[in-house]
């Protein structure tokens, strides 16, 4: 008699532990208001409300998993390649994030180099050109990263693929929106 698998269990648990990361950690750490302000006497949504409203699904999908799914029949079994897979897709994303943070004060500090009156990444953030240098670099190297791990070697088509799909978000939500900018120039 072979071990019922417990992936449930163990999706669940991790759901229920990214959630409670993300809500009593992340957010506060992350959004300058909370989930609901008041102003001049009446009451506004907060920075916090949306992301933690998520978290809050998050966390409701893991307790189901854990609480009711948990001895479900049909539960697949965790494999070492499953496993493997969504490793290399979390350190596609983190490097993808790394990259698009750093960038662009990269790029200032390496342009610094060759003139006399240094330039501060934080007052070009909104510039065209310097505002899309983290956003593309990060953004081609995620999505050719992960096609290139889905087909299991990185070929033109996966970087061009990248290139199309970040230069398309950047039409949709860089070009109309002056005021707007682009992940990760907020938080620079």
């Not at 978290?55 to 609480?67: E, K, M, S």
């Not at 493997?84 to 983190?94: C, D, E, G, K």
């Not at 953030?125 to 096609?147: D, E, N, Q, Y």
Request: aromatic share 8%; with cysteine.
């Amino acid at each position: 008699m072979s071990a019922q698998s417990r992936s449930n269990l163990y999706l669940g648990l991790i759901c229920v532990g990214v959630a409670l990361v993300l809500i009593f950690i992340w957010i506060p750490l992350d959004t300058k208001t909370g989930i609901v302000e008041r102003s001049r006497g009446k009451f506004i949504i907060g920075d916090a409300l949306a992301p933690t409203v998520a978290a809050g699904f998050v966390l409701l999908g893991g307790l189901v998993l854990c609480v009711f799914e948990r001895s479900a029949d049909a539960q697949p079994d965790l494999r070492k390649d499953q496993i493997t897979f969504v490793a290399m897709l979390s350190a596609v994303v983190i490097v993808s994030i790394g990259i698009m943070r750093f960038a662009g004060p990269a790029a200032a500090e390496f342009t610094n180099m060759f003139r006399n009156e240094p330039i501060e990444y934080r007052l070009l953030r909104a510039t065209p050109g310097w505002k899309h240098i983290g956003f593309i670099l990060g953004g081609v190297t995620m999505v050719s990263g992960i096609v290139a791990i889905v087909e299991h070697r990185l070929s033109s088509r996966a970087v061009l693929t990248g290139i199309v799909a970040v230069l398309v978000l950047i039409a949709v939500f860089d070009l109309p929106f002056e005021d707007l900018l682009l992940p990760p120039n907020g938080d620079v």
